[in-house]
């Protein structure tokens, strides 16, 4: 089974408004973290935000958010006032932590944001 | 947040060449680095993980004398791709972190695109 699953290749959103991307992920391990990253077309992977499996409160980072629904296993990220900036791949990783350093990561979505 | 350099970011090469990348974590100890690979619009690839001092442990289907990696301190990690071919040519980005709790992320490099002829 897939441990990470982004289900948006693509997504497209209008600048200013907020946008959702979908994650869901597939673990029995009770302590795992959750991420996400920006990959421009340059290629760099920028870290953006995380969430612990055993944090109350869902995790914010400056216009980005991650709306944790534990019992769902989803983790989506919400990105509010859209910028033309925000225009890139989006990946969802998971790091398991009873069963090793390996970061799973979702197959993306592509973000484009629409002037 | 913490920065990883690659060395080169860009390398065309001849097949049957080696081409050797390097990671270095520059603010930090990276007690584990990750090499991965990437095809086009497609995800992160895992190749290997790498512990400072020990072997790397390669992913299912990774040949391990193809793709050496080198760990030889807390601030770099090598990888080499011996004897290329066109079929690695991929972009190769790098990642490290400095713990083992599942709050440590990784910090990536800005990749490495190689282009075997």
């Not at chain 2, 690979?37 to 072997?55: D, H, Y």
């Not at chain 2, 301190?73 to 090598?78: C, F, G, K, V």
Request: glycine share 6%; hydrophobic share 30%; net charge neutral.
């Amino acid at each position: 089974a897939q441990k990470i699953t982004q289900t948006q290749p693509g997504m497209f959103v209008q600048e200013k408004e907020a946008v959702t991307l979908d994650c869901t992920y597939d673990t029995s391990d009770p302590s795992y973290g959750l991420f996400w990253y920006k990959q421009p077309s340059s290629g760099e992977m920028i870290f953006l935000i995380y969430q612990g499996s055993y944090d109350q409160q869902n995790a914010t980072e400056g216009r980005y958010s991650l709306n944790f629904q534990k019992a769902r296993k989803s983790a989506n990220l919400v990105i509010s006032a859209s910028q033309l900036g925000d225009s890139a791949m989006y990946f969802c990783a998971m790091r398991e932590f009873n069963t090793g350093n390996q970061f799973y990561f979702g197959t993306g979505t592509s973000l484009t944001v629409i002037p | 947040g913490a920065v990883v350099s690659q060395h080169p970011s860009r390398v065309i090469c001849k097949s049957g060449t080696s081409v050797k990348i390097e990671c270095r974590s520059l603010d930090f100890q990276a007690t584990t680095m990750f090499w991965y690979r990437q095809f086009p619009k497609q995800s992160l690839m895992l190749m290997a993980t790498s512990n400072e001092g020990s072997k790397a442990t390669y992913e299912q289907g990774v040949e391990k004398d193809k793709f050496l990696i080198n760990h030889a301190s807390l601030t770099l990690s090598t990888l080499t791709v011996t004897s290329a071919h066109p079929e690695d040519s991929s972009f190769y980005i790098c990642s490290a972190t400095s713990g083992q709790t599942s709050t440590d992320t990784q910090y990536f490099g800005p990749g490495t695109r190689l282009t075997v002829l």
